[in-house]
């Protein structure tokens, strides 16, 4: 079955700071991957998508995430975090089966961006 | 701008009533999916919808039930509240495959609490 998995439930970083959230995914075809952020009680917005193509994907936000298919992994980083990037962050995963498509995301990662 | 909409952001209910949370998407698009989103749980699939009174199981249907009469609206229905119940809870919807490659776009979410 697919799976996804956000190993820490927290990141705090410095404002200038590069940033980091992890995402590793278990797959046994070709993925589709996605980053989604949450503001407070607000919806998910969509940050980016690896579908094919070059391993780096740039986003919405200065964000961008590097897809590595020997390590299954698909990190969200940004070169200098800010404070209003402080929100909610899921990692997603679908799989090209050619059916109705569905989403399986991870558990969340805090990101906490401070002075 | 395109928009789904959840038809309320805040609710309260009583244990064993029906509740009903309505959600409308303006972009034609084929899917709509209902989520729960609970702190250090992620997002979990309740029931997806793949074409008008079309409706399949997600990870945790137990205690609901969906309705889709029209392409653009997709309704969640508890059928007797309970307190377990007691979450946000996530619309979103996308074009089918192959199109779905470019992902969900959600609603702002319902928060619904069952007393």
């Known amino acids: 079955a697919q799976s996804v998995a956000q190993p820490e439930d927290q990141v705090n970083v410095a404002e200038g700071n590069p940033l980091t959230v992890k995402c590793t995914y278990s797959?046994?075809?070709?993925?589709?991957l996605f980053w989604y952020v949450q503001y407070p009680n607000r919806g998910l917005q969509f940050l980016l998508k690896?579908?094919?193509?070059?391993?780096l994907v740039k986003g919405s936000y200065g964000f961008e995430a590097e897809f590595n298919k020997s390590q299954t992994s698909f990190h969200l980083k940004k070169p200098s975090a800010l404070v209003s990037d402080s929100a909610l962050y899921f990692c997603a995963v679908r799989f090209s089966t050619g059916t109705a498509s569905k989403l399986t995301f991870g558990t969340g990662t805090r990101l906490q961006v401070t002075l | 701008d395109v928009k789904v909409t959840q038809s309320s952001r805040y609710l309260v209910k009583r244990t064993g009533e029906k509740v009903f949370l309505e959600c409308v998407q303006d972009?034609?698009?084929?899917?709509m999916f209902w989520y729960r989103q609970d702190p250090g749980l992620g997002l979990r699939l309740i029931y997806f919808s793949y074409d008008v009174k079309m409706k399949e199981k997600g990870d945790i249907p137990e205690g609901y039930s969906v309705s889709r009469e029209k392409k653009e609206r997709f309704s969640l229905i508890l059928e007797s509240a309970s307190t377990n119940q007691t979450s946000m809870y996530l619309c979103a919807s996308s074009f089918g495959w192959p199109t779905s490659n470019y992902g969900y776009t959600f609603g702002s979410g319902t928060r619904l609490t069952v007393v």
């Open positions: 690896y579908i094919t193509g070059d391993n």
């Open positions: 797959v046994s075809g070709n993925p589709y």
């Open positions: 972009m034609d698009h084929e899917n």
